[in-house]
């Protein structure tokens, strides 16, 4: 992908989230059937995250992965959320703000192919249904491998590809289908979620992502799928040494 090419998807990607932010985490539950709670609380217990630890949420939007990482690193502990998107920050600010975390979790704005962190620096790194939106995945997941300590681990927690015949075939129905007319009654106006569907079609299989973990140097890579296969968790853990 050409640079015109990261700069005009970032564009588009900035502009739908900044429209739906207001609605965002009300049609994540619907959607999930609520299921997404239980895929955050999954993903993070991967982490490895022990009390006064350090998470990085990447492509925090809301906060809501931000605030699971927070529960496991306990008030002594520190999260930061990055994102890129104002709208979905401020949003992550005000969910935050009800919680008893809101001083734990600290919302830096930056760019997921580029973060704004120094080598090593965090317990593990985290990022939610936004591994499809990225320009570059490759360089994300290495981005994100080099801000986590040796021994910390990368884990992503995506939507997937359903493997039974008979249940991918009713959930692609759903999926296809459904979502874009709820989404659409959501927020009100066509486009965002029926992107959400079309932005699958063209992602790599989970077992692609694990090969890809592997490939840029994460150690143990391994993927859990979730609810029949419709979300997966990507786990990888940062060499301890270069030799490994």
């Not at 979790?105 to 936004?130: R, Y």
């Not at 486009?191 to 694990?210: D, M, V």
Request: aromatic share 12%; net charge neutral.
């Amino acid at each position: 992908m050409e640079i015109h090419d990261y700069q005009k998807k970032e564009a588009y990607i900035h502009t739908l989230f900044s429209s739906i932010a207001h609605r965002y985490d009300l049609l994540n539950t619907i959607l999930s059937f609520n299921r997404d709670k239980y895929w955050r609380r999954f993903a993070v217990a991967q982490c490895g995250l022990e009390p006064g630890g350090c998470g990085l949420d990447v492509c925090c939007g809301t906060g809501m992965f931000a605030l699971e990482q927070a529960k496991a690193v306990g008030r002594q502990g520190r999260v930061v959320g990055v994102d890129f998107c104002e709208e979905m920050m401020a949003r992550g600010r005000q969910n935050i703000a009800r919680t008893p975390y809101k001083d734990v979790i600290e919302f830096v704005w930056g760019n997921a192919m580029d973060l704004p962190f120094k080598d090593d620096t965090f317990d593990c790194a985290t990022i939610g249904f936004a591994l499809r939106n990225v320009p570059d995945i490759r360089r994300t997941i290495q981005e994100m491998m080099r801000v986590v300590r040796p021994g910390g681990k990368v884990v992503s927690l995506e939507l997937a590809k359903p493997r039974l015949p008979l249940f991918r075939q009713l959930y692609y129905l759903y999926f296809n289908g459904l979502v874009p007319l709820l989404g659409r009654l959501g927020v009100g106006f066509a486009g965002p979620y029926s992107y959400l569907p079309n932005s699958l079609k063209s992602f790599p299989h989970q077992e692609e992502i694990r090969d890809l973990f592997e490939d840029v140097g994460l150690k143990d890579a391994v993927y859990y799928e979730l609810t029949g296969g419709i979300v997966a968790v990507h786990v990888g853990t940062k060499p301890t040494t270069q030799s490994e």
